[in-house]
Structures are given as structure tokens and as C-alpha cells.
């Protein structure tokens, strides 16, 4: 299919405003989506208030290093989703580990490790990711480990925004935005156009850049 041939489509203010919604539901800005609903009139879902505030919850505990508090509210948002979904069960529970780490709670965290990460050892490919979270103990300073990125606030962002889309999945919701699949689409139109023009042509795609002005 030649890109080209959508270069005169017209797009709409209504279907903009709609992505910009579904973005903003997607990713719990409650408050953002309500001030846009105001001014545009785009309608809110009445039926996903509470699945908002309660995925917003969820998030937000696993961003403040409150990795068990998310797994005890997932388990009442949706009671088998962590059962069905391994490994990001074993993320939140490493969270959790690494949380009692940090804290210097070395004790805490060899006892959780014992009692509750160890049934996933007996599964290869979690073997490593044991041994790493393990290893842990042995520094002084974890942050200044070569695992420090098991600490760091990136991880526990692609965690929180792993178990959003699995939880947007449970409930029979998009895992990803019609934002996010524009701009998968535009990064393959480019990639098309820059072959077929040279790579000088189009300098690569920023969605910051591209909402400047």
C-alpha cells in the first residue's frame, strides 16, 4: 500500500478530540479528560469512572514503591488476572522485594524471597531474574550495583504500565491507544518514504516535536 495516497485526507477536530480522550483514559488523567470533555464536548464513558480510578490506584502504588498494595487491588479489580499472568505477577512481587531491600529490611526480604519468590525458581526463565533480584543483598548501596535499573523509577513505570494494559485486557478494553498506533504508523510511513527518498529526507519522528507549536 503507497502512503501517498492518504497525503490529502482530512482529519477531523471530533476524531482528534477522541484519540486525545482515549489517550487520556487509557493512562487514568481523569481530571485531564474532564477539562477536555468541557471544552469540546466530547462525551465521557460514564460505565469507566470506577475502572479508572481504581486502575489509576493501582498505578500509582506501584510507582510509589507499593508493590503489594497494587497486587491486593488488582486482585479485587480482577480476581484471576495475576494467576493467568505469570510474569507480570513475578515483576510485582520482585518489586516488592526490591522494596524491602531498599529499605535495608534484609531479613524481611530473605523471608519473602523464601516464602514467596522461590516457588517461581523451579521455572527456568525465572532463574536468572531470582538470582539477580538475590543478588542484590550483597551490596552495601544497591543503587550503585550493576542492577541498579531493578531500583530505578523506569522499571517500576514499565511495570505500572504493563499491568494497565493487561488490566485494560481483562476487561475487554484496547490494550494500546489509537494514539500509540498512529504513531507506529507513522514510523513505518516514514521508514517506507526514507527508503524510497534517501534518509536525509525525513529526520526521525518525535511526538515531542511534533506537538511544538
Not at 124 to 137: G, I, N, T
Request: aromatic content about 8%; glycine content about 2%; overall charge negative.
Amino acid at each position: 500500500m503507497d502512503p501517498r495516497q492518504f497525503e490529502h485526507s482530512v482529519v477531523d477536530d471530533k476524531d482528534i478530540h477522541s484519540i486525545v480522550m482515549s489517550y487520556l483514559l487509557h493512562n487514568c488523567f481523569n481530571e485531564t479528560a474532564d477539562s477536555l470533555a468541557s471544552c469540546t464536548g466530547v462525551k465521557l464513558p460514564a460505565d469507566d469512572r470506577d475502572n479508572i480510578q481504581r486502575r489509576k490506584q493501582i498505578i500509582h502504588f506501584v510507582l510509589e514503591m507499593k508493590a503489594l498494595k497494587a497486587v491486593e487491588l488488582t486482585e479485587q479489580l480482577a480476581k484471576d488476572l495475576l494467576e493467568k499472568n505469570k510474569d507480570l505477577h513475578f515483576d510485582l512481587l520482585r518489586l516488592h522485594f526490591v522494596e524491602l531491600v531498599c529499605a535495608r529490611k534484609c531479613n524481611e526480604a530473605i523471608e519473602f524471597a523464601k516464602t514467596i519468590l522461590a516457588p517461581f525458581g523451579t521455572v527456568q526463565k525465572y532463574v536468572e531474574k531470582l538470582e539477580d533480584a538475590m543478588a542484590l543483598l550483597a551490596y552495601d548501596d544497591p543503587e550503585k550495583s550493576p542492577l541498579f535499573h531493578l531500583l530505578s523509577s523506569e522499571y517500576r513505570q514499565q511495570v505500572a504500565d504493563d499491568l494497565n494494559r493487561t488490566i485494560l485486557e481483562h476487561t475487554n478494553q484496547p490494550s494500546y491507544t489509537p494514539m500509540e498506533r498512529i504513531i507506529q504508523h507513522v514510523t513505518v510511513v516514514r521508514q517506507y518514504l526514507t527508503e524510497e527518498n534517501g534518509k536525509d529526507a525525513f529526520p526521525p519522528f518525535s511526538l515531542k516535536d511534533s506537538l511544538k507549536g
